[in-house]
């Protein structure tokens, strides 16, 4: 008899607001805010200027300042997150046993911002300038690392790299881990920066970002006609998922209950999904069956809905081949239409939005939706969320690779 495992803490860092509650009540608001001209580095010349940047972040106020000195941008997010994931779980120090807390993020990239700039440096000044934290502060597995290090949790402690799949590849771990009793309670979800001239003129060249840069707002239209790319984002997503027997006898608060994970590749194509959606197809119904559910018992699919030409069309044939007529009578919204594309961090975010909207009993909107493709027929909960009774939430997320990574949640009862 696997263990059951329940999310009992929610922390986020995104361009929505620095905490998972500013976060959620932006989504249900269908804001997009937080997209616009870039910031963090001058986007003259460069074919995408816009992006939903976490504005205003200032880690000293999560942690010391000689902490946050060594650390990457996105290990700071993961470190902010975490902190209000477990002061929401009411975990702290000395409260648990520091053998039985880990931590497994998901991390698309890591420490670009290092990269960049330590690159730079070497180029200017020479080989022998390199700044000696370059190493530990650009290494992707330095996240759960920063995060454990804070917190003194010396449990399962890793990186989960998938691509745009990270952040539910690294719940479905670390999920797995507690079921087998590695440990009680780990922090998980994903962590992203990568709002970098590198990478932005990366993605250009291959065409996957949006150019409406006179619209930033409105530049993240999924499953629109007019779409033309996604818009990057950053930040970080992180739930405490915890045995339930560790959390009831804590008096812990629960949120909602894990149900299922599944997960598989393509093995078509570096970057394109199959043209018939046949690893996400595979993907979801390998989480149904191990969450023990039929296609009917889920009420709402937070997708993964970049608004790329390509992905949009194909997840829409994807759910309609696994769910059937059931595909119309369920509600579908890509939230990413306003946080942007969290790569690493997408799986993450969009699993604590499922749990919210299981806890709340609201279907997030999708912002943007003016024209619907005609390919993309299902009911995306248009430009304004829904209230409305919610059993259980699945979350698609697919990425370059062909990886595909499915997590379904349930109320807790």
């Given at each position: ?31 997009c805010g ?56 009411g ?18 990239i890591?420490g ?8 730079r440096?070497m180029v ?29 949790l ?24 507690i ?37 930033p ?39 909602a ?26 993907a ?58 969290m ?22 909107p ?36 062909g ?11």
């Amino acid at each position: 008899m696997k263990k059951r495992v329940v999310v009992t803490g929610l922390g986020a860092i995104s361009a929505l607001g620095h905490s998972a509650e500013k976060t959620w009540q932006a989504v249900k608001a269908g804001e997009c805010g937080g997209v616009g001209r870039i910031t963090s580095f001058d986007p003259e010349g460069f074919s995408t200027q816009i992006a939903a940047e976490v504005k205003d972040f200032d880690a000293k106020n999560f942690m010391d300042a000689k902490e946050a000195r060594k650390m990457d941008r996105f290990s700071q997010f993961a470190v902010a997150a975490a902190i209000e994931a477990m002061a929401d779980a009411g975990l702290k120090p000395g409260d648990f046993a520091p053998e039985r807390g880990g931590c497994v993020l998901g991390v698309g990239i890591g420490g670009f911002w290092t990269i960049e700039e330590s690159l730079r440096t070497m180029v200017e000044k020479g080989p022998q300038r390199v700044p000696p934290m370059t190493i530990p502060k650009l290494i992707a597995n330095i996240g759960p690392g920063n995060v454990s290090l804070h917190f003194d949790l010396r449990g399962p402690c890793y990186t989960v790299t998938t691509a745009c799949s990270s952040g539910t590849d690294a719940l479905g771990s670390a999920v797995g881990m507690i079921q087998n009793g590695a440990a009680d309670f780990i922090v998980s979800g994903g962590v992203e920066a990568t709002i970098t001239p590198f990478c932005i003129a990366s993605f250009n060249v291959i065409q996957a970002m949006s150019t409406r840069n006179e619209e930033p707002q409105k530049a993240s239209r999924p499953f629109d006609k007019d779409r033309d790319g996604f818009v990057m984002g950053e930040g970080a997503g992180i739930l405490v998922l915890e045995s339930l027997d560790h959390a009831l006898a804590r008096g812990a608060k629960i949120y909602a209950e894990y149900a299922g994970y599944g997960l598989s590749c393509d093995a078509h194509h570096l970057t394109a999904p199959h043209p018939e959606g046949r690893g996400a197809v595979s993907a979801m119904k390998m989480a149904l069956a191990d969450a023990g559910m039929k296609p009917e018992d889920i009420d709402y699919i937070n997708a993964h809905g970049t608004s790329t030409p390509i992905n949009d069309p194909t997840e829409t044939a994807a759910i309609k081949e696994v769910f059937g007529e059931h595909a119309y009578k369920l509600k579908v919204s890509s939230t990413k239409s306003m946080t942007g594309h969290m790569l690493g961090a997408a799986g993450g975010i969009e699993a604590l939005f499922c749990v919210k909207a299981l806890q709340e009993d609201f279907y997030p909107p999708t912002a943007n939706l003016d024209s619907p493709d005609p390919l993309c027929d299902l009911d995306y909960v248009a430009k304004k969320g829904v209230n409305a009774t919610l059993r259980a939430a699945m979350s698609n997320t697919f990425g370059f690779g062909g990886q595909n990574g499915i997590v379904i949640f349930k109320k807790y009862a």
